[in-house]
């Protein structure tokens, strides 16, 4: 078992009860060690908090599913967004775990993980020539990779999630900002601004039409209206 955790109090008591448990225990105190460590031995699974210095728990669940390890992950932090859980199970996170836990969830969690084992590697999601790898973070257009920043893949991400819908902005809002997000809304259709240049690069690449007084649909390109 591999615990990544900064709080090394915390680190250390959730050790002790692993280990008293029969488990081997190794730590990492941030999120650099904690990759390294992941992807040089073989864990049952791994304690992953999402606030660690030098690596952020998001980034190193993304490297390890990059690298192909597929070692279970149970996230285990602070934040208790639905966004920061929704977006954990989008990069290869296995469960999701609120602090402060009880030491019995964790490790009923962590045994269920194990029992389970290693999962297979996350469905890339297609519409048309586009393949979108949520783990992997990653979008190509006939195998042609197209470069996205995190708030144009996740708005990419949901739109592919909902291909051939037509989606309102305010869903869009809701799902790839905040449901309480008290900007300006056009910043939706700045966003699919940028999607739609970086996508018009790519032949063959699906459409973002504007649905009047709705908001906005994505279809392959053959099926976008003329």
Known sequence: MLVVEDERSFAEALRDGLVAEGFAVDLAHDGQRGLDLACSRPYDAIVLDLMLPVRHGYDVCRALRER?????????????????????????????LVKPSSFVVILAT????????AGERPAVLTVGTLELDPSAHRVRVQAEAVPLRPREFALLHYLVRRAGEAVRKADMIANVWDEHYEGDHNIVEVYVGYLRRKLGRCPGAPVIETVRGV????????DASA
Do not use: C, F, I, N
């Open 215 to 222: 908001g906005y649909r994505l279809v392959p390109s053959g």
């Open 110 to 117: 962590l045994r269920a993980m194990v029992r389970r084992g």
């Open 68 to 96: 192909g390890v597929w070692t279970p992950v149970l996230m285990l932090t602070a934040k208790d967004g639905e966004h920061e859980h929704a977006d954990a199970l989008d990069l290869g996170v296995d469960a999701y």
